[in-house]
């Protein structure tokens, strides 16, 4: 019988696999809408490092004889090419706004993913996760510090909550 550790970091790793791409799709987008710039080099950068994360997660995924959730796929699929395309219309703000807050559950998502590998004593899996929390975690911090001063921010953490 498969314990609900295993069950539960395949299905967290599932979520990643679509969820590195949609964010990566967004970035794409992002980042092309962006003048030349440090900040439009540092996010296709974050692209970069998040296709490398979904590589990651897929690897994980195959040594647990499991698969990408299809359906979560195609959807994050159709959610990260319309993030990167309403970015050259909705402005810079709130592309990075969004941006910072996702990366912040994205740190949490793969703590938990590194907790469970630990319960079935996984250590590589573990380190693994947890350093792709650290680096979700150096995403966040530049997005937050992106946004930082920024007259809608107040207003924005008001609604949408980003800690």
């Known amino acids: 019988m498969e314990s609900d550790a295993r069950k539960n970091l395949i299905r967290i ?19 092309k809408s962006l003048k030349h710039s440090a900040e439009r080099q ?29 359906w979560r796929e195609k959807i994050f699929w159709t959610i990260g090419r319309s993030l990167g395309l ?14 910072g807050r ?8 793969y703590v938990d993913a ?17 350093e792709m929390s650290r680096i979700e975690g150096e995403h966040e911090i530049f997005f937050r510090q992106t946004v930082t001063g920024h007259r809608l921010l107040p207003l924005t953490k008001r609604f949408f909550r980003w800690s």
């Open 13 to 31: 790793l599932q979520n990643a696999h679509a969820g590195e791409m949609a964010a990566a799709y967004a970035y794409r987008g992002h980042w």
């Open 102 to 109: 996702l990366e912040s559950q994205n740190v949490q998502e």
């Open 114 to 130: 590194a907790e469970f590998a630990k319960e079935i004593e996984m250590p590589d899996c573990f380190e693994e996760m947890m």
């Open 42 to 70: 540092r996010i296709k950068q974050i692209e970069a490092e998040e296709w490398t994360h979904r590589e990651n997660v897929a690897r994980w995924l195959e040594k647990f004889g499991a698969k990408p959730n299809r």
């Open 86 to 99: 309403t970015c050259y219309v909705s402005g810079w703000f709130f592309p990075m706004y969004f941006a």
